[in-house]
């Protein structure tokens, strides 16, 4: 028996999108068939985001053409997506916490009668929506007050209320527990048998031989792969990997060797709760060494715990933290950035904007941030040596700039990046915890500052490298630490791990027996 053809849902046509220099999208073309969950893979940067920004209205400058139910169309805003049936609801939920749920479900919709709102027929049909996603909650209960998951759920029976067509989840999973990413997974099902199709995006690899029909692996803004989850025999999450892997690191990371020494770091039995009380631990039981003179490069996909080791180990986490660290073989207590900076630890977080900067700030005042005692003298700042040491600096790490005193926000990402970099090393730190440090740079920045990493290594600091960019982690690490659901699941040594086995560790895809005690 023959299965009958789907009418696509959505087509998108020779999609081609340009920032700046950086090519996002080029000439993508995808077909999304009614009733299809439709999974979307691929490394950060590999376009993804940006092509569910094109479709959902987000994004409306680009070459090319989109198609729903066959007609052309192009959309000046989400809510003109909206109107055609296109919903995305994305990864950092745009909830209003005070409202209502019935509120939430119906705004700027609210159902009316001779002018007003009819309040009883908004609160039944909140119940109803409420009922037909299992949810154990009343009309009346604030979106602020529901868990992730039920704020989800709310959202997506938001667009089934305004006729969703195609639904676009981005990374549904990351704050859910196991529980709850079934219960997702039951809705899912249930839209896919009503024609609406869902576009899932997720680096939970796993998750699509249990959700998805069909899968889209993309790499530098192309299409490298799509198949069938029924053509792959069981073996979804490897086909995947296949796809997304494949590139030269050897002049993209330059590394270089440096003479490893004494333990800097240590942490031991290491753990972290989760932000959001109710949740299972961040980190749980962590072991990790770091010696000087060695780049660690710890990965780990989103909700993997690996960037909540770095917070937390720079006193940076808003949790209870438990386990023991261990500075130049001593006991310490870290509870703060200040208790961080005293024990010579530097941090480079990955939002460098809104966690490293003050970008209404010149260069010098960023660069001078955290080493104001450094250069204090009864109260009173040194500014001759504070310059000599920012202009030093500047020059060392090829700062672009104008002068110490241009405004920060002026300077490119990779500037930027530098900077925030100068910032701690007038602070003269012994561990440096850098968490994607070239993320929106271009490729010069990136290997300069890997060149700095170089450079802090043989001078014998300890580098922890916590970055989602994989070959970024095979290429300039010493040692490679994977983690999976808060632990740390693999190590290899430079030069032992190939992509596809990290990122099957990373998705989960190995026995439990080799999770690392």
């Given at each position: 028996?023959?299965?009958?053809?789907?009418?696509?849902?959505?087509?998108?046509?020779?999609?081609?999108?340009?920032f700046?220099?950086a090519?996002?999208?080029?000439?993508?073309?995808?077909t999304?068939?009614?009733?299809?969950?439709?999974?979307i893979a691929?490394e950060?940067?590999?376009?993804?985001?940006?092509?569910?920004?094109?479709?959902?209205?987000?994004?409306?400058?680009?070459?090319?053409?989109?198609?729903?139910d066959g007609?052309?169309?192009?959309?000046?805003?989400?809510?003109?997506?909206?109107?055609?049936?296109v919903?995305?609801?994305?990864?950092?939920?745009?909830?209003?916490?005070?409202?209502r749920v019935?509120?939430?479900?119906?705004?700027?919709?609210?159902?009316?009668?001779?002018?007003?709102?009819?309040?009883k027929?908004?609160?039944?049909?909140?119940?109803?929506?409420i009922?037909?996603?299992?949810?154990?909650?009343?009309?009346?209960?604030?979106?602020?007050?529901?868990?992730?998951?039920?704020?989800?759920?709310?959202s997506?029976?938001?667009?089934?209320?305004?006729?969703?067509?195609?639904?676009?989840?981005?990374?549904?999973?990351?704050?859910?527990?196991?529980?709850?990413?079934?219960?997702?997974?039951?809705?899912?099902?249930?839209?896919?048998?009503?024609?609406?199709?869902?576009?899932?995006?997720?680096?939970?690899?796993?998750?699509?031989?249990r959700?998805?029909?069909?899968?889209?692996?993309?790499?530098?803004g192309?299409?490298?792969?799509?198949?069938?989850?029924?053509?792959?025999?069981?073996?979804?999450?490897?086909?995947v990997?296949?796809?997304?892997?494949?590139?030269?690191?050897?002049?993209?990371?330059?590394?270089?060797?440096?003479?490893?020494?004494?333990?800097?770091?240590?942490?031991?039995?290491?753990?972290?709760a989760?932000?959001?009380?109710?949740?299972?631990?961040?980190?749980?039981?962590?072991?990790?060494?770091?010696?000087?003179?060695?780049?660690?490069?710890?990965?780990?996909?989103?909700?993997?715990g690996?960037?909540?080791?770095?917070?937390?180990?720079?006193?940076?986490?808003?949790?209870?933290?438990?386990?023991?660290?261990?500075?130049?073989?001593?006991?310490?207590?870290?509870?703060?950035?200040?208790?961080?900076?005293?024990?010579?630890?530097?941090?480079?977080?990955?939002?460098?904007?809104?966690d490293?900067?003050?970008?209404?700030?010149?260069?010098?005042?960023?660069?001078?941030?955290?080493?104001?005692?450094?250069?204090?003298?009864?109260?009173?700042?040194?500014?001759?040596?504070?310059?000599?040491?920012?202009?030093?600096?500047?020059?060392?790490?090829?700062?672009?700039?104008?002068?110490?005193?241009?405004?920060?926000?002026?300077?490119?990402?990779?500037?930027?990046q530098?900077?925030?970099?100068?910032?701690?090393?007038?602070?003269?730190?012994?561990?440096?915890?850098?968490?994607?440090?070239?993320?929106?740079?271009?490729?010069?920045?990136?290997?300069?500052f890997?060149?700095?990493?170089?450079?802090?290594?043989?001078?014998?600091?300890?580098?922890?490298?916590?970055?989602?960019?994989?070959?970024?982690?095979?290429?300039?690490?010493?040692?490679?630490?994977?983690?999976?659901?808060?632990?740390?699941v693999?190590?290899?040594?430079?030069?032992?791990?190939?992509?596809?086995?990290?990122?099957?560790?990373a998705?989960?895809?190995?026995?439990?027996?080799?999770?690392?005690?």
């Amino acid at each position: 028996m023959t299965t009958p053809v789907r009418a696509p849902a959505a087509k998108v046509i020779g999609v081609d999108k340009r920032f700046g220099g950086a090519h996002a999208l080029r000439g993508v073309s995808m077909t999304f068939e009614a009733g299809d969950v439709h999974a979307i893979a691929g490394e950060n940067g590999a376009g993804k985001s940006t092509l569910m920004k094109v479709l959902s209205g987000v994004i409306g400058e680009y070459d090319g053409f989109l198609e729903i139910d066959g007609a052309p169309v192009r959309f000046a805003s989400i809510r003109d997506a909206e109107r055609h049936g296109v919903f995305l609801v994305p990864q950092e939920l745009n909830i209003v916490p005070e409202l209502r749920v019935g509120e939430y479900l119906y705004l700027n919709r609210e159902p009316r009668r001779f002018g007003l709102v009819d309040v009883k027929k908004l609160w039944a049909d909140t119940a109803h929506w409420i009922s037909v996603f299992k949810l154990n909650t009343s009309p009346v209960a604030r979106m602020g007050e529901l868990s992730t998951h039920e704020q989800q759920l709310i959202s997506i029976a938001r667009a089934m209320t305004q006729g969703v067509k195609v639904l676009i989840l981005d990374e549904p999973t990351a704050s859910l527990t196991e529980r709850e990413t079934e219960l997702l997974f039951d809705r899912i099902a249930e839209l896919n048998q009503h024609g609406v199709t869902t576009l899932y995006i997720s680096h939970r690899l796993h998750e699509f031989q249990r959700i998805a029909n069909v899968v889209t692996v993309m790499r530098d803004g192309s299409v490298v792969d799509h198949f069938r989850v029924a053509e792959t025999g069981g073996d979804t999450p490897r086909r995947v990997i296949k796809a997304m892997v494949g590139r030269d690191l050897s002049e993209m990371y330059p590394k270089s060797s440096a003479s490893v020494g004494e333990p800097l770091l240590e942490l031991i039995k290491w753990s972290a709760a989760h932000s959001i009380p109710g949740r299972p631990p961040a980190v749980r039981g962590v072991d990790l060494t770091v010696k000087a003179g060695e780049v660690v490069g710890l990965f780990g996909l989103l909700g993997s715990g690996a960037f909540t080791v770095a917070r937390s180990v720079f006193g940076a986490h808003d949790a209870q933290v438990d386990g023991t660290m261990r500075i130049k073989g001593k006991p310490v207590r870290v509870r703060t950035p200040r208790d961080a900076i005293g024990h010579g630890v530097a941090y480079l977080p990955a939002e460098r904007k809104r966690d490293g900067l003050i970008v209404g700030h010149s260069i010098e005042a960023n660069m001078a941030l955290a080493a104001l005692t450094k250069f204090s003298r009864g109260g009173f700042i040194n500014r001759r040596s504070e310059l000599q040491s920012i202009r030093r600096y500047t020059t060392n790490l090829r700062v672009k700039c104008t002068s110490a005193e241009q405004p920060i926000r002026e300077l490119s990402g990779g500037n930027q990046q530098k900077v925030v970099a100068a910032k701690w090393l007038l602070t003269e730190p012994e561990i440096f915890v850098l968490e994607e440090p070239t993320r929106g740079v271009d490729v010069n920045a990136r290997v300069e500052f890997y060149e700095l990493i170089n450079s802090l290594s043989q001078s014998g600091k300890a580098i922890l490298l916590v970055s989602t960019d994989l070959p970024e982690v095979l290429g300039m690490a010493d040692r490679v630490l994977v983690m999976w659901e808060g632990q740390i699941v693999h190590e290899w040594k430079r030069g032992e791990a190939t992509e596809e086995q990290v990122m099957l560790y990373a998705a989960g895809e190995h026995g439990e027996s080799e999770v690392a005690a």
